[in-house]
């Protein structure tokens, strides 16, 4: 059974850090591409960044320099650094997983998700 479970989010002052990770079930650190999203209040759900199962890394515009995704295979979890955060970062942030592996940012083809964890960042 596939499962992702999100941890590690709180609220930070603007400029603060906060890592996510997402402990994953079964084989999908190694077989998937993987990838971090989010959802703030009102708004459409959007791809923060795509780690492949060779490690290779996507960032969108707004998390790019700013964002670091990496696993550790050892331990079954994914990692979302997020340094220099800025209150238009508030949102719930997503794991999800993509064993076709299409290396996108659009959340349609994702089909494992976990339950998401909320960030808040004050200005």
């Known amino acids: 059974q596939v499962q992702l479970v999100e941890s590690g989010g709180g609220s930070v002052q603007a400029g603060g850090s906060l890592r996510l990770s997402c402990a994953a079930s079964?084989?999908?650190?190694?077989?998937?591409?993987l990838a971090w999203f989010r959802q703030a209040p009102g708004k459409e759900r959007e791809g923060v960044g795509i780690?492949?199962?060779?490690?290779?890394?996507i960032y969108a515009h707004s998390a790019k320099d700013r964002f670091t995704i990496s696993k550790d295979k050892a331990k079954r979890t994914l990692y979302l650094q997020m340094d220099s955060l800025k209150p238009e970062d508030t949102a719930t942030y997503y794991c999800a997983a993509d064993f076709v592996c299409l290396r996108t940012l659009f959340p349609g083809p994702y089909s494992y998700w976990g339950q998401g964890t909320q960030v808040t960042v004050s200005s």
């Open positions: 780690i492949d199962i060779d490690g290779r890394t």
């Open positions: 079964s084989y999908i650190i190694s077989s998937s591409c």
